[in-house]
Every structure is written in C-alpha cells, then in structure tokens.
C-alpha cells in the first residue's frame, strides 16, 4: 500500500469551521423548529451589488458568442483586472500590474504560497490566527509533530493576549517567514502605521520576509491605521500582500482575491543567489492553476468602477453597524470586548476558567447563536469567543435580543 | 534572505504552454499583419452551450436577492452537482455522491493531489505525458534532480513509442502510483477494455494506486473502449478518476472538473493503517480550498441535462470533425499520423532527424499555424507533433488548405 503524507496525521483531527458545521448539524437535526442565527464563521449574507451582478450578466452573454467566447485565460489573470487595482488599489505605492496574481481567494493563495519555500524554513505565526497559516505549513511538513498543547517545534508562535493589547512582540528569534494579518481574523486589532514600520524595518533587518494578509482592510475606519503593507517604505523589498473579493464585495460564493508580489522580494535559490517569488509563484500557478474564471474576473474589474465601489461601501457599512451591535451588546453582558471598531471581528473575553468550547455549546445550546470558540485559532485564543459582523442586520439584532440580560 | 524551495530549480526553464505562447507572441510581434491559427494548446473555442447560458445568468440572478444569495459552499461541492454526476455518468458503477468531489479542473486537481503522498513514493508516468503530472512530483521534491535527458531518477517513466503502438507495458519495478490518460494527451490512443482490465489487475497484485485522468472520455467513438475506470471490476479499490468540463462543455474558462475516490482506495498511514484517501482529500480541501463558485456549480449541472448533453454532444461533433481533417491533412502530407479517432488530439511522426521544436518554429513561421513540439511532453515525445481538433472549422479547414502540397 502506498504512503500517505504522514503530517496530515500531526493536524488536528478536523479543519475548525468543518468541526462547527458539524456541531451545527447535529444540534439542528435535533432541534429542527429552532432557528439557528449564524455569527460564527465569516461568511457574508448581504446580496451581490447590482454592479457586480450586471458585469457577470454581460460576461456570461459574450460567452455565449464565437466573438466574445474566452477559454483559457492567463494564470496570472487579466490584464484589465490587474491594472483596475493598481489604479483602485495601489496608487502613488508603485506597485505595477506585473507584481498582482489574480486568484480564487486568500485561503487558496496562502495556503498554497509556502510552496515556494524550502522544508526547513521557519515561520512565525500570531497566536491566536487565521489556521490556514499553520495547517498549510504543518501539511508541507515545515512545522513537525505537534506537543500536548497543539503547538509544533517547527513554527514560533508570536503570543497576542489581553496583556499586550492582542498585538505580537517582534519575534525573539529570527524566522523565515512571518505571517501577519491586519484587521486582525480573530481579535480585531489593528497596527498603527509606526507599529507596521517596526515589522517591516525588522524583516529588513533580519532579511525575513512578511506574508501581510489584508483581507479585511475595507473595515478600517480610523486614521492612521495603513490598508497595505506598501503604505510602508521599504515594504515592497520583503512583504507579499495577500487581498480577497469575499469580504468587501461579498465573493465568498464567487472566489477572487489577489497576491502582489513587487521584483525586489526574494528567496535564496540553491547556489545562495536571489530569486525573485514573483517568478516562482508564477511558475507554480502556470503549473498547476488555470486562472480564476473570466466572468469571476469581470464581476471583481467591477467593484473597482465608480458604482461598484459606492455599492460595497454601502454593504460594509451595514456589516460594520452589525459588528458595532454586537460590540455594545456583550458589553452589556458585563463582558470585556475588542475588535469591531477596524475590523469585522469582535473578540469576546470569556470570564475567568470558562473554556472556549464550552462558550460555544452553551450560546449554540441555549440562544441558538453560533460564535467560533476562540481556541479553534490556537492556545492563546483559549479563554475568547469570536462573533462576526457578516450576518443581516435582523439577525444580528435578533441574537443580541435572545442575549439580552443573560448573565453568565 | 529565506531559502526557497530547490526543487523549482530543477524544473525545465518553463511551463511547456508558457514556453510556446511566448515564441507565438514574438512571431506575432514581428508579423503584425499575419493571422495566426492555433492548433496547439487544447484550448476549445465554441462559445458556451445555451442550456449553461441560461444556467448561469439564473444562478448569478439568484445571487441579486437575499433569499437566493449563496456564500462559502460545502468544500467538496453541491450535493446537487455531486448527484447529478453520478446519476448520470456513473449509473451502475456503484460510485456514492460522497466519492465525487467537484474542483476548479483536472490541473488544478491532479497538481494538489499528489500532496497526500509521502515524498518517498514512486511514481509511473507515460512517456510522453502531459506535464502536470512530473511537474508537480518534481516541484513537490519526490522526484529528485533531473539527467541530461530530462528525466528524473524518482519517476519511473514508461515508454510510448510507435513500436508499442503508444500504449506502455507493464512496470518492471512496483511504482506507488501510476498515472494513467485515456484517451491519451498528447498521443490520442486509447485503452480496450482488456487492456484496462491488465492494469487494474497490476495495482491490485502489487498493491499500487491509479490515478485515472479521464478528461477526453466525450471524444471515444469506438466501442469497447471504457470511458470510465471503474466500468473494470475492483477498480474501486485502487483507482481515483479524474474528470473535466473543459473538452466537454468548453468550461476552459469557467473552470470546472471533479475527482472520484471511492471509499476503498487508501494509502498506509504512519502506523501502517489503511487510511482513505477520500478523507485526506477532503481534509486537504477544507484547509487549502473554499470551493468552486457556485454559479459554475450550475453550469456543470446544467451539462447534465438532456438540452446540456444534447448540445454538447453537438459541439464535440465538431471537434471531432477537425480532428479528421487534420489527420487526413497531414497523412495526405506523407507523414504518418496516429490518434484523432477516439480522441482530439492527432499524433504525427516527423521526418527521421526532424527535431520537435524545429517543426514547431517551421509551422509557426512558415504557415503560421500553432501546434504543441513531441518534446515538450517528454523524451519519448521526440519527433513527434501534437495537434489539436479544438479550433474553429474555418481556422481548421484553413490551416489544412495552407499545407496542401506542402513538402517536408
């Protein structure tokens, strides 16, 4: 019988959004006239915007034509959707159209990026954090087998508690490679633009380099906080940026996101000479990807027009008024809060010796209301609750009515 | 600086399709008023089917309205999509909806799922073969550095020449894993069901698996030749099929395929236990990949139909037709041509001495008339041709008229 990739065996036994889903069903199949309010994974729930939905109708309609039919396109996406966000996106941060690869969403991208990097690199990863970002290194076999707490020798783990306000001390030690996601998935925090300046000043220093997911930057809303990494000076010499369609344009069902990666990021090839990512990764995605889909293509070029833009802003808000509701509404529990104001996350304290699963069965049990228990991101989520601001606003308002005035 | 990954490095300088664009693109260049007929990468161009028109602008109309407005989908696919395959290209197979798993096409699948091996494992390629599958073995580490010739010391190779009327023998030595294509990319020939049968029965003997790359099924014209390995008993114990919308219903821009594993093909874990594949596969998924888009989802479904199959079978007529005009094209040249009947792709043999690539630079620069160089599948493809029944009857009947009397 032929072998299995043994490090599937050292992850833990099922993805955290599979295990909820899974809880979930169970609690549904046995409760079936309960309605479930979902607030727990981060998926959105408003409609595409009508710009969105009417650049898909006529990109379906020229694939019905000899004329307009589009087969293969380029692996590393159109080159109308990869000047729209340089212009949208990137101005005045010298970024070229060169250096984004359109793909089919942030999950997808990070998770196949460390295929770039030698076995023996070490990454830092925050704790608590988004799990792609370990899952995907310890599948590679990066990471090593794990110890009794789930943490593997393999990956330094960059702690963000209540102490130092959920943001990482640089690392102690040099890694390889540092991921680094801000608006936070899960706390919700947010770096100033000087405390990213120490990030990238580090990497430079330390000649490592920054996986910058900014999947959430849309939800900013405060001054001086920066949307990319390349806001930084000197960033484009060691950060790839990670951006995706799914939470400000609601393409979690559609899949597009993006990776820029500017020339002068690079690795060290076999013989010690630079090699610029951009043209590994490119190497890669020709090899084993065919693009995102062209209309897919289209709907994204949309959300950077005029209306497009106007129309998610309008959707953001809605999802942002929900986060700040939920914010105030476990507030009122008597419970500590973050996140929420720059991000569409809020990070719930839970009272002291209360486990984070318990948390989550009791609020699935009791209210019907499904949060992620924040241990599902790592050892230091343990102890947090993490609630979203993607569902609609009646739901949103109905689960802090069900919570009203419970005391835990 | 960080060490990448050294096995990149081993690759050949480019993709093979990348490699031939970009020759293509500096002819065009220098010929601005020449038009250029593509013969050569096995791009379809028929515009899209009206059953998936009309599937697509009612998903994406579903997906304007908060009721029909669809987020992240189950990883695996919709069951609906998961149903509608077996019913109708499985019907008494005994292949379970939980075996399908829909992805975005056959590269991107068969590239990822060589990822649930252990990088010691062994693998069997034909030779010629379409790249992917070396490829992705290479840039995974498990087919170590290459010789001379281009051939890697961990990938056991299994010649297809003339002599063998292009079908491989046996292996001599157990491989883990054979990939195995029929009909055949690039060589188009096919396996009998007996013929079938003789490798199913050698990865059962020696406990060995086969991945099944099915994409070309809809082109087989004759009879007794399977379109899907599991029509051979006990294939369901080795065998994981791999399936695409793409030379089917021309879904090379919309993206689309999907894999099969029964429950009965495993790989040996850590502790030599069985362990399915289905559940690695799936964990994989769940933590690399978030779905295919749901409004293509639909489109697939609406192959299945009977206006979907009818208008496909419809398109691939025609493909069928240019392949026979191809290949009545070239043998009228004097060259002799295999392939063609049960697949879209005709193999030629060049002139003795003739060089791949030099008949490629001939075609492109004296006819302008795109095909695919026999080396860039592999050694064995040397002094072989590909071409391709997937352009326009215009383009096809035009490129046949620019040989005619055409004298190498």
Same mark, same amino acid.
């Given at each position: ?161 209540? &102490?130092?306000?959920? %943001?990482? =001390? *640089?690392?102690?030690? @040099?890694?390889?490679?540092? /991921?680094?996601?801000? !608006? ?88 010690? &000479?630079?090699?610029? %990512?951009? =043209? *590994?990764?490119?190497? @890669?995605?020709?090899?084993? /990807?065919?693009?995102? !889909? ?92 993490? %609630? ?21």
């Amino acid at each position: 019988m032929s072998r299995i990739n043994a490090h599937y065996c050292d992850l833990p036994g099922s993805y955290l959004f599979a295990e909820i889903a899974h809880r979930v069903q169970e609690h549904a199949a046995a409760n079936p006239h309960k309605r479930i309010i979902r607030l727990g994974i981060g998926d959105v729930t408003a409609p595409l915007p009508p710009a969105v939905i009417s650049a898909l109708h006529k990109a379906v309609a020229e694939q019905a034509t000899p004329e307009g039919f589009r087969g293969y396109g380029p692996e590393q996406g159109y080159a109308f959707l990869r000047e729209a966000i340089v212009t949208d996106v990137y101005q005045g941060m010298n970024i070229d159209p060169d250096a984004v690869f359109v793909g089919d969403g942030t999950k997808e991208d990070l998770g196949n990026f460390q295929e770039l990097f030698d076995l023996g690199c070490r990454v830092a990863i925050t704790d608590p954090v988004y799990p792609v970002y370990a899952d995907s290194n310890v599948m590679a076999g990066r990471a090593g087998p794990p110890d009794a707490l789930g943490r593997f020798a393999g990956i330094l783990y960059l702690p963000c508690t209540a &102490e130092n306000g959920f %943001l990482p =001390d *640089l690392p102690g030690e @040099r890694p390889d490679i540092i /991921y680094l996601c801000y !608006p936070n998935n899960p706390t919700g925090a947010v770096l100033t633009r000087g405390q990213l300046a120490r990030w990238v000043a580090y990497a430079r220093e330390h000649d490592c380099l920054i996986f910058f997911d900014a999947a959430y930057e849309a939800y900013i809303t405060e001054a001086d906080i920066p949307r990319s990494i390349y806001e930084i000076e000197g960033a484009a010499d060691v950060a790839v940026e990670f951006r995706s369609y799914s939470k400000t344009a609601g393409f979690t069902g559609l899949r597009c996101g993006f990776v820029v990666i500017p020339p002068g990021v690079r690795g060290r090839g076999p013989g010690s &000479e630079p090699i610029p %990512l951009r =043209d *590994l990764w490119l190497r @890669r995605q020709t090899t084993k /990807y065919n693009g995102c !889909p062209y209309i897919i293509q289209r709907a994204a070029e949309a959300t950077h027009t005029a209306a497009g833009k106007r129309e998610t802003r309008a959707i953001i808000a809605g999802y942002r008024e929900n986060a700040r509701r939920i914010r105030d509404g476990f507030q009122a529990l008597g419970l500590t809060v973050s996140g929420g104001t720059n991000a569409p996350y809020i990070w719930v304290k839970l009272p002291s010796g209360m486990g984070s699963w318990d948390f989550f069965d009791l609020l699935l049990n009791r209210f019907g209301i499904v949060g992620t228990p924040g241990a599902g991101f790592g050892p230091s989520g343990e102890g947090h609750f993490r %609630l979203t601001g993607f569902g609609t606003a009646a739901d949103t308002g109905e689960a802090m009515e069900r919570l009203r005035g419970f005391t835990l």
